[in-house]
């Protein structure tokens, strides 16, 4: 197994260009940023294998980080890592299927297992939205003595991060074998939701859900080509794809392809978008929903100038704008309505998650990925974010004389998913036909480098919605932002006080 191990991550990681500095010099310090999906979050499965392997294109230069991690013997115990049954594939696989995601899983956990004679298991409860409560239950009762016990919780980042503040996790700023400032856990995360030196949760390359949640723009490069639209990774690169040059792009492209005088989900359009991708929007432009104050703590800034500006930009361009396509299906279908016509040729670009990726492998026309465009040209650096069903990773306060061992190991997996796991997530994602698209690679590495998620987006739910008011009033088609935010302004920051005292009082 695990000469296997070597060449699966050989071959799946010359995938990948050494542009990672590149990517990183482009986008600056990370961010922050955090988007509640609700009822019908999870994407369905495609269904699509993604057995083939790539020729050797490109030296590899990713850093296997995992070699400079300390030996260990842990006397073949078990870690066993709670999870949501839908999400169970990102954290264990116990064969080998063909799936190259799959795959390398299997192999990153049997690397681990190996190298500090442990098995990885898992135990998985359900846990969608809408089974919050069971999966919370899960976690209460398994830390109180109820339920099958558990060295790791790989939860729902939306409401898992109430627990956090409820006091089931353990600061893992104060466990020695876990460093949480070291590049494989997201800086963006990291650095935005430590509160009085304390940091209960963490993301990174381990949480594969965070890779599939990330918003991306795809596009059409067929359509481009055809709308004489200029290069746009070279626009990226200058720090010119700004919201602005979007829209214009977006604005030229456009027609009624059934001739029936009305614009549905059977014509062209330059943008396809939802509720839940069009917040991404309020990310990539800089605007903060929690700003950091002196002491330490959180006050709330996301009412502001700039938001209303570009609510009152984005509003009439998604809902009075021949160019746009904005899916709100009764049904909940809107990611298929989307995938649909863009498959269909019947948009130049498309906003959604990278597991959509997955989903258009097949298309016949070539597509790329971008970055959401900066707010305008002073804006300094690209920011991104990823929905908030992926899955943090946290130590249960029930650990005990386990702690250190738990840890290094979620440590561990979180290191070698960096190094073998994510190009083979790269690979599911995008589409090869005689050559890889080395500029769409370039561009996840510049779109992971430049995570974002700001203190407002994590705690969205306990704090009352906050973050989901920008993509529900586009839906209700108000015209101003202003009126909804100032109703339920006081209660905002009420909630946020809250959590504020918490985190507070778990620091004592």
């Given at each position: ?61 990713r ?9 260990g ?29 799959n ?115 795809f ?56 509720r ?91 597509f ?17 974010h ?18 250190e ?30 050559s ?14 430049c ?11 306990p ?46």
């Amino acid at each position: 197994m695990r000469n296997h191990a070597g060449v699966l991550r050989i071959l799946a990681l010359v995938l990948v260009l050494g542009m990672l500095t590149a990517a990183f010099a482009a986008c600056g310090a990370p961010a922050q940023d955090n988007e509640t999906k609700g009822p019908g979050d999870e994407t369905a499965d495609s269904g699509e294998k993604t057995s083939e392997t790539k020729p050797v294109e490109e030296e590899e230069t990713r850093e296997d980080y995992l070699a400079s991690f300390p030996a260990g013997d842990y006397g073949n115990e078990t870690i066993t890592i709670l999870c949501r049954t839908s999400k169970s594939y990102e954290v264990y696989a116990d064969h080998t299927t063909g799936d190259i995601v799959n795959d390398a899983i299997l192999d990153r956990n049997s690397r681990i297992q190996e190298m500090y004679n442990v098995r990885i298991d898992h135990y998985d409860v359900p846990g969608t939205w809408n089974d919050q409560s069971t999966f919370m239950s899960a976690v209460k009762n398994g830390i109180m003595g109820g339920e099958e016990p558990f060295d790791i919780v790989a939860g729902y980042l939306a409401y898992c991060a109430t627990l956090a503040m409820q006091g089931y996790f353990l600061n893992l700023r104060n466990i020695d074998t876990i460093d949480m400032d070291k590049p494989w856990w997201t800086q963006g995360f990291v650095q935005n939701n430590t509160i009085q030196d304390c940091l209960y949760f963490g993301i990174g390359d381990i949480s594969l859900t965070m890779w599939e949640g990330i918003y991306a723009l795809f596009y059409n490069k067929q359509i481009a080509q055809e709308n004489n639209v200029e290069n746009l990774y070279d626009l990226v690169d200058a720090k010119a794809w700004t919201l602005e040059t979007f829209m214009d792009i977006v604005n030229d492209v456009g027609a009624d392809l059934n001739g029936d005088q009305e614009y549905t989900n059977e014509d062209l359009y330059g943008f396809l978008t939802n509720r839940h991708s069009v917040r991404t929007f309020v990310t990539s432009c800089d605007i903060p929903m929690c700003t950091r104050t002196s002491d330490g703590l959180f006050e709330l800034t996301y009412f502001s100038d700039k938001l209303v500006e570009l609510y009152d930009t984005i509003e009439p361009f998604i809902n009075k704008n021949n160019s746009t396509f904005f899916s709100v299906p009764k049904d909940d279908s809107d990611v298929e309505e989307m995938v649909s016509m863009f498959m269909s040729d019947q948009a130049l670009f498309m906003s959604e998650t990278l597991e959509v990726g997955t989903m258009i492998r097949n298309m016949k026309s070539d597509f790329g990925v971008l970055p959401f465009p900066l707010y305008d040209e002073s804006q300094e650096n690209y920011k991104a974010h990823s929905y908030d069903g992926l899955s943090i990773f946290c130590i249960p306060t029930s650990s005990g004389d386990r702690t250190e061992m738990s840890a290094r190991i979620m440590d561990a997996l979180c290191a070698e998913s960096s190094y073998s796991v994510v190009p083979v997530f790269y690979d599911s994602v995008m589409k090869y036909k005689v050559s890889r698209d080395m500029d769409s690679i370039r561009m996840l590495n510049l779109i992971r480098s430049c995570l974002y998620f700001d203190f407002g987006f994590v705690h969205a739910v306990p704090i009352g919605g906050l973050f989901q008011i920008f993509g529900d009033e586009i839906v209700n088609k108000n015209p101003s932002i202003t009126s909804t935010y100032k109703s339920n302004e006081s209660k905002y920051e009420s909630k946020l006080q809250d959590i504020l005292d918490a985190y507070t009082a778990l620091a004592d």
